[in-house]
Antibody, heavy 120, light 107 residues
């Protein structure tokens, strides 16, 4: 059964870059897409973007100029970088697997989440 | 982006109650609608996918229905562990979007 573990810096300053990594335990990248989602009280749940095992990515246009998702297949890990942080980027960040076929897509499982706080 | 609006935003109920949560989409999303449950301090957990398919391991007291723009999540008899926040999510169009959540708390 696939489980996700995630880590990264939790306290950053405005203008800095967020960097998080998610490890896929109990399975390979397979044919799934691997996703980053964030959650904040003001903006709710927001899909940031995703990547598949060959490195094809899809990003939310809201983040597109600031976000990079990459993967390391040798370590079964994928990563998120978000640049030019502001206080509005303060949120819980989750990694998740995007399962399904065609337009039937759902997120399962999710990582435990990482609280990222942006403050000077 | 496709907007999803859940109602109510919160509700109070008792153990054993039947609960219905609605999710309305801003445009026709066919049946590309999923439901998640989130308890405090935890990540969301998939309950139902493709409107009405129960995720493995999820109790049968949970069910989903609907199509096009109107969807519902039903819990036939609330258990203590069901007090949580529930979210709908559409996969019809990118970017995937979520409803704002419905918090179910103890009356």
């Amino acid at each position: 059964q696939v489980q996700l573990q995630q880590w990264g810096a939790g306290l950053l300053k405005p203008s800095e870059t967020l960097s998080l990594t998610c490890a896929v335990d109990g399975g390979s990248f397979g044919n799934s897409y691997w996703t980053w989602i964030r959650q904040s009280p003001g903006r709710g749940l927001e899909w940031i973007g995703e990547i598949n095992r060959v490195g094809s990515t899809d990003y939310n246009p809201s983040f597109k100029s600031r976000v990079t998702i990459s993967l390391d297949t040798s370590k079964n890990q994928f990563s998120l970088k978000l640049t030019s942080l502001t206080a509005a980027d303060t949120a819980f960040y989750y990694c998740a697997r995007n399962l399904g076929w065609l337009a039937y897509n759902w997120f399962d499982p999710w990582g435990p989440g990482t609280l990222v706080t942006v403050s000077s | 982006d496709i907007q999803l609006t859940q109602s109510p935003s919160s509700l109070s109920a008792s153990v054993g109650d039947r609960v219905t949560i609605a999710c309305r989409a801003g445009q026709n999303i066919s049946n590309y609608l999923n439901w998640y449950q989130q308890t405090p301090g935890k990540a969301p957990k998939l309950l139902i996918y493709a409107t009405s398919s129960l995720q493995s391991g999820v109790p049968s007291r949970f069910s989903g229905s609907g199509s096009a723009t109107h969807f519902t999540l039903n819990i036939t008899s609330l258990h203590p562990e069901d007090f949580a926040t529930y979210y709908c999510q559409q996969s019809h169009s990118s970017p995937p979007t979520f409803g704002q959540g419905t918090k179910v708390d103890i009356k």
